[in-house]
């Protein structure tokens, strides 16, 4: 069985205790990114891996960090080429080769951050890629991935391009498509609605997929 790494950003959103406790104990390990040591703490949970430069962290996560004995660090000076996300990733791929990726407090706070997350998870094409928060679950789908939706009727589901040529089927929404091409960010994929098992494929490109907790949010109107 894949490997499946819990990576807890550092976004000032903070996915709830609840939610950080039931995907801590569906992974296999934890790796904290900066301040989402915070976030573990604030549930009452530790990590295996830390990795930042401790500029955002709080003064007791700081002092768990200095001193190295909860956790693995990889500490890195904060005049850097490279995001804290972007090193955390490079440590999962040496770490544990190929495996699954969780991603959560990664949504909110600054908008060019998000932004830049987002990215750095698309880039990560070793196995596949989950964001879970409190409202939304997220995969990032590249070329011949697949994605079975199951037990979500009436439930919001978006699906948005995040490479040029990016091509792909829906099947089980109120609005499907067969080896469609969706436009570099366009909204041919926005606010769709589960009707039954989806299956959503990407066979070329990568896209972003997003399915909402709620029910359906927003205009029907496709036309």
Same mark, same amino acid.
């Given at each position: ?83 804290? $996300? #972007?090193?955390?990733?490079? *440590?999962?791929?040496? @770490? ?5 990726? /969780?991603a &959560? ?45 199951e ?33 570099? $960010? #366009?909204?041919?994929?926005? *606010?769709?609605?589960v @009707? ?5 494929? /990407?066979? &070329? ?5 997003y ?13």
């Open positions: 069985m894949a490997c499946k790494i819990l990576v807890v950003c550092g976004s000032p959103v903070v996915t709830s205790a609840d939610l950080l406790r039931r995907l801590a104990g569906e992974c296999n390990r934890v790796v904290a990114v900066d301040r989402g040591l915070d976030a573990l703490l604030g549930a009452g949970l530790g990590c295996d891996v830390y990795v930042g430069d401790a500029d955002t962290v709080s003064d007791v996560g700081r002092a768990l960090v200095d001193a190295a004995e909860a956790f693995e660090v990889e500490r890195h000076d904060p005049y850097k080429d490279y995001t804290d $996300l #972007a090193l955390a990733l490079d *440590s999962v791929r040496r @770490r544990w080769p190929g495996a699954e990726v /969780v &959560t407090c990664a949504t909110g706070g600054r908008p060019d951050m998000a932004l830049s997350v987002l990215g750095l998870l698309a880039g990560y094409d070793d196995a596949p890629v989950w964001i879970e928060e409190d409202k939304v679950t997220a995969r990032i789908l590249h070329q011949d991935e697949t994605w079975i939706i037990n979500a009727e009436g439930k919001t589901f978006s699906i948005i391009a995040i490479a040029p040529n990016t091509k792909v089927s829906e099947h089980g929404l109120v609005w499907e498509l067969d080896h469609s091409p969706l436009g570099l $960010l #366009a909204d041919t994929g926005i *606010s769709n609605i @009707r039954s098992t989806a299956k959503i494929e /990407v066979h &070329t490109g990568t896209a972003i997929a399915l909402l907790h709620q029910g359906f949010i927003g205009t029907v109107d496709k036309n």
